[in-house]
């Protein structure tokens, strides 16, 4: 069964770090692009970045320069380095895919699925 699992969420005050992991079960993710989202409470689900096949990668404006996504192909896993993270950050932050090697469909959560449970991150002074 086709599956991601997100972790590595935590609470932390601004200006702290945290990194993300997602990590596939049941498929082998080094053929597609992967997305992380987020969704704050009263809020729709965004995109926040993402990476493709090839390892190109796309941000919304208001996390560039502070997120870094990146994968290892090797530990079939996903990672969303946060640094510098504001209260705005707040979220539970999920990943997942289309089924496609590009981000095409990025930042539009339409097109993706499998998404895990989330991993909750909570950034207050």
């Known amino acids: 069964q086709l599956q991601f699992v997100e972790s590595g969420g935590g609470s932390v005050q601004p200006g702290e770090s945290l990194r993300l992991s997602c990590a596939a079960s049941?498929?082998?993710?080094?053929?597609?692009?992967i997305g992380w989202f987020r969704q704050a409470p009263g809020k729709e689900r965004e995109g926040v970045s993402c990476?493709?096949?090839?390892?190109?990668?796309w941000y919304i404006d208001s996390v560039k320069g502070r997120f870094t996504i990146h994968r290892d192909n090797a530990k079939n896993t996903v990672y969303l380095q946060m640094n510098g993270l504001e209260p705005a950050d707040t979220g539970i932050y999920y990943c997942?895919?289309?089924?496609?090697?590009?981000?095409?469909?990025?930042?539009?959560?339409?097109?993706?699925?499998?998404w895990g449970q989330g991993t909750q991150v909570t950034v207050s002074a």
């Open positions: 990476i493709t096949k090839t390892g190109t990668t």
């Open positions: 997942a895919h289309t089924g496609w090697s590009t981000c095409t469909a990025f930042p539009a959560t339409t097109d993706f699925r499998s």
């Open positions: 049941g498929f082998t993710l080094d053929q597609y692009a």
